[in-house]
């Protein structure tokens, strides 16, 4: 099994930035997928999850409104839209199959 996280980096406030998890080595299109972040000093939260078919999403309430997480199961890949970002949204974030593997993560920094 194989998470692969892309497309962190440092952002203002404000801004926006699209995370991308290729997955590889189990069945993606009926697997649930995650997306979590930890901040320095604190622990690792669930931001959003989605279900197999994609029509089934829940948030964190901090990022409702602002995060869309989406997949392409043809693709093998979850996806987060952040938009709107604050500097509390400061962590490395992480997708998780199905409970069980996660990916290296990727930092986001919200900075100005």
């Known amino acids: 099994v194989q998470l692969v996280e892309s497309g962190g980096g440092l952002v203002q406030p404000g801004g926006s930035l699209r995370l991308s998890c290729v997955a590889s080595?189990?069945?993606?299109?009926?697997?649930?997928m995650r997306w979590y972040r930890q901040a320095p000093g604190k622990e690792r939260e669930l931001v959003a999850n989605?279900?197999?078919?994609?029509?089934?999403?829940n948030y964190a309430d901090s990022v409702k409104g602002r995060f869309t997480i989406s997949r392409d199961n043809a693709k093998n890949t979850v996806y987060l839209q952040m938009n709107s970002l604050k500097p509390e949204d400061t962590a490395v974030y992480y997708c998780?199959?199905?409970?069980?593997?996660w990916g290296q993560g990727t930092q986001v920094t919200v900075s100005s």
């Open positions: 998780n199959a199905i409970g069980a593997y």
């Open positions: 080595g189990f069945t993606f299109s009926r697997s649930l």
């Open positions: 989605i279900n197999s078919a994609g029509g089934s999403t």
